[in-house]
Structure formats: structure tokens, C-alpha cells
């Protein structure tokens, strides 16, 4: 059985550093390997794409790994459509 990932927010990255999360967020902007999320208490975060996701939607669940500058190296992530409330 796999073991259950935290899904957080931006201010709680640092308890994270070397973890694999969860986070859910709008899409900010998209460019090339890289993404910027807002999660839900509005912070920012970064995102390096794993180039095998499809970024499609505004709102966005990433799984990923925190890196120890604070970013997130996405492992997969899924498309949560364009209204999320």
C-alpha cells in the first residue's frame, strides 16, 4: 500500500524539503518546463514540469517532490477543469 502524500499549501513547503506532496491551485502562467501555481492560501509556487503532463486546465492538482529552494519537481499532475469552488 502506498504510503499517504500531505497535500499543502505554499507556506507549508519548508516542512516538505525532499517529500513528495500534493498541491492544488490555479494556474498562473506556463513556460516551457516551468509553471507558477497559486495555491489555496494565494501564495506562489513554482513548478518544473515533467514534460509528460497535460497542463490543460485552470485549476490543477500537482504530486510532486519539494525541492530544498522551495519549488516542486511535478510527478504528475491532473486537470481539476476551469471553475473550482
Known sequence: ???PTPRI???????????????????VSLSGDT???ESTDNGQ???HVNGESRWGTDYIEVIG???????LKEFKTT???????
Open 45 to 47: 509556487i513554482l513548478v
Open 1 to 3: 500500500m502506498d504510503k
Open 35 to 37: 509553471a507558477v501555481l
Open 79 to 85: 486537470n481539476l477543469g476551469n471553475d473550482f469552488s
Open 65 to 71: 517532490q519539494v525541492e530544498p529552494d522551495f519549488t
Open 9 to 27: 499549501n505554499s507556506s507549508l513547503r519548508e516542512k516538505y524539503i525532499g517529500q513528495t506532496v500534493r498541491v492544488i491551485g490555479k494556474l
